[in-house]
Structure formats: C-alpha cells, structure tokens
C-alpha cells in the first residue's frame, strides 16, 4: 500500500475543510481588533492626562518642527513611569487574554482536524485538558518575552561597542543584527515546538511535560516528515509574502497621482488578504502534523489480521499433540 504524504493531506485539508480556516482568522482577528482598540483608547486615555497650556498649544498650532519637539518634550516630561506603568499592565491583561483565547481556538482547530482524519474511529471520544494548553501557551508567551529581553540586550551590547571617543556605527550594527537574527530563530523553534507539542495534548490527552516529550519523540522518529511538512508550507508562506510585497507596490507607485486615503487602504487591503492566506497555510501545517502523528499512531498499533507464531513445545507434550511430528505407520511384518 502507497503511503501517504502528509504535506498533500495538509494541503487537501485547506480545500475540504476552508470553514476551518475562517474559523481561524475569525479568532485570530477578533483578538488583533481587540488589541489594536485597546491600545489606542489607551493611549487617548493617557494624552487626557498631560497638562497643556494654551502658549504650548500655541506653539503646537506654527507647525514648525523644531517649535513642535521642544514642546511635545516638555509635555512628556515627567509622565514616563505613568507610562510604563500603563504599558506593564496593559501587556499583562493582553497576555491573559491571548492564553485563554489561543488555548480555545487551537483546542476547536485540532478537534475538527482529528474529527476530519478519524472519521472511521468508533473509539470512545478522547478527552483533553484546557489547563495543558494554555499552560502551553504561557510558555510561549514566556519565550516572546525573553525574546524580547534578549533583543534589549543586544541592543547594549551593540551600543557598548560605539563609544563617543571611539564610534563605530558599522560594527555596532552588525553586532545588533547578528545577535538580533540568532534570537529571532532560537524564539521561531521555540515556538514551533511548542505549537506541535499542543497536538498531543488534544489528540493523545497529554499532560505539559508529556506532550513536549511526545513532540520531542516525533521530531526523532520522524524527522524527515516534520521537516518536509514546515518546509514545503514555509515555501508556501514565503512565496505569499513575495507576492503580497510585490503587488503593494502598485498602490504606492500611484501615491502622487490618487488619494492618500486610497493609497493607505489598497495597502491594508493586500496586507490583510496576506494575513488570511497566512492563516490558512497555518492550519494546513497543523493538519499535516496530525496526519503525521495519526500515521505514526496506525504504524505502532499490532494489526489484527497478524498471523501469531506458534506456541513452542514444551517437555510434557507427547509425539501425538505436536502436529507434523507423529510417527509415520509402520509396515507389516510378513
């Protein structure tokens, strides 16, 4: 029997399923919108709060730049740790959010999607926890955050490096590019281990540790099928990319000749159809990883059409209870 590629599953599952690409989006945007809302009532609530004078105001209103950064300056002087205190709480609640919301969408995707490869399966249905997911996702928020620590400090140690006595502006941005590319796919693998271990916790009813050692064993056992799945859907993705890249640019060569408003919104519209065709190659990939690990699961499990090999024979069996070793009739004497 010819085995089946579980990139061509991954992608067949795009087309017959597109319900549960929306579904994804639909989650996945929700959130951004929240988010984005979020963060621009924030930050009206937080211009509320600067005093400005009528002579700042004043001096706001000549549109001279200079003019401008002095005073936008002396408005912002003082209100930094209000700031960052807003900012710290804000990123807090978000992060809450999203490992609740990421737990759920992602439980409702790998459902479907093992729903979708176990039809014939009259088991019992599995059962799974939301705790291991989201506790799945808060490691994932705590590698963006660690990511993001790391990407600070590569920013002073690149800025160590150029001093006012000795500058070097070169050296010092090759050192924040060298190290900002390392962190960037230490953070990618970290991630994407972390979002295959999350299969196991809906299709195998893992624990945390148990899905990450369940993932890790597939990643062994099967590396050429993982790799060959992430990298033909990131060909996939990286094309979408180049292609989305190149048709802004139509919008942007016509920025002289139609509206600035016009311009802004071609490009949004090209980003967002991006954004959705991301989204759909994501849960491609996740199908084929539960392709991958559906296939595993039939490979390791004994057939019940198996021939089982014959019991050995013991001391206590006579000649006669053994087939094949009777003895042959003997002549008659005469």
Partial sequence: MKRRSPTLEGFQALFRLPALGLAEIAWRWSFGLAVTALLAFS??????????????????????????LQVIARILQGSAPRAVTALMVLALAVTLAWIVLASLGRAATLKTLFAYFRENDESKPRTWRLTSLMGLNFLRAGALLAALVGSVGAVLLAGAT???????PG???????????????????????????AIFVVGDERTIFGALAAA?????????????????????HAVAFVSASSVSAFPLAFAEVLPAGMVLGGVILVALIYFAVADFLYVGRLAAYVFLIDVRESE????????????????????????GLTLPPQPASG
């Fill in 216 to 236: 890790a064993d597939l990643c062994r056992s099967r590396r050429g099928a993982v790799l060959a799945a992430a990298a033909w859907f990131g060909i996939a």
């Fill in 162 to 168: 150029s001093s006012k006595t000795d500058p070097s």
């Fill in 43 to 68: 930050f009206r609530e937080y211009l509320s709060t600067l005093p400005v004078t009528a002579a700042e105001m004043f001096l706001l209103q000549t549109r001279q730049p200079a003019l401008m």
């Fill in 300 to 323: 390791t499990q004994p057939s019940a059409l198996s021939i089982q090999p014959p019991a050995p024979a013991s001391d206590d069996d006579i000649l006669s209870d053994i087939p």
């Fill in 171 to 197: 050296s010092a941005l090759l050192i924040f590019w060298m190290l900002a590319l390392f962190i960037g796919l230490a953070w990618s693998m970290l991630n994407w281990f972390l979002s295959l271990a």
